[in-house]
């Protein structure tokens, strides 16, 4: 654990400047990040990230103490990392429930459940039908969507699109890429379907979203 000081000028200028990020944003999984124990570095990306969320932290203040919590968690988490995990800020890949949904009477077993999802992860970058899922899980379409809302907790086509918007979280900021690109790599069909659906499960815009994130995961490229 380290220790930020900066000059009160210096905070309050951030606070003003820093972007207004929506703590309903913030997925934090605590067991997802590394231990406080494991090696830790300082970078000015990490240094700049923390510096932001201290502002952000300012700012969320005058909504109520939940926003600052969110912003307080985050930052936490990353001082007690010298990596903060991706997977700790993506849409959950399931969608929150109690677990006793996962195994209720009319829903699919645990190895359908586990090779429909393969299925869908290894084919993001193409069409997927909910015909070929149900083929997947070896029942008929109609009983598949069925009993696929009663284990997982949404339809399969509500499924697949919250596949897609976390592939394209985890490209943005693990690479520079294009929207339009990102897009197509997560099988849509152009940024505006990409931003669309990323508005609709994340509550905000793709490239808002990646302006608030990316700065600490991503490592500037280096010249030659």
Known sequence: ????RSEPQMTERAARQAP?????SLVLHATAWPSASSHQTTSPELT??????????RRSLAQGPESAHAFLDR??????????AVDSILLPSMP????????????LASWQVRRVSEHVEARLTEPVTVD???KVAQLSTGHFC?????SVGETPHAFLIRRRVRRAQSLMLRTSDPLSQIALACGLTDQAHLTRLFRRMVGETPLSWRRNWAHIFLTPSTGP
């Open 132 to 134: 070929a899922l149900a």
């Open 48 to 57: 700049h990230g923390v510096s932001e969320l201290l502002a952000q932290v």
């Open 20 to 24: 207004a990020v929506p703590a309903s």
């Open 1 to 4: 654990m380290f220790e930020t």
């Open 75 to 84: 930052l936490e988490a990353i001082l007690a990392a010298s990596e903060p």
């Open 146 to 150: 069925r009993a696929f809302k009663v």
């Open 96 to 107: 929150p429930g109690p677990h006793e949904r996962r195994i209720s009477k009319g829903g």
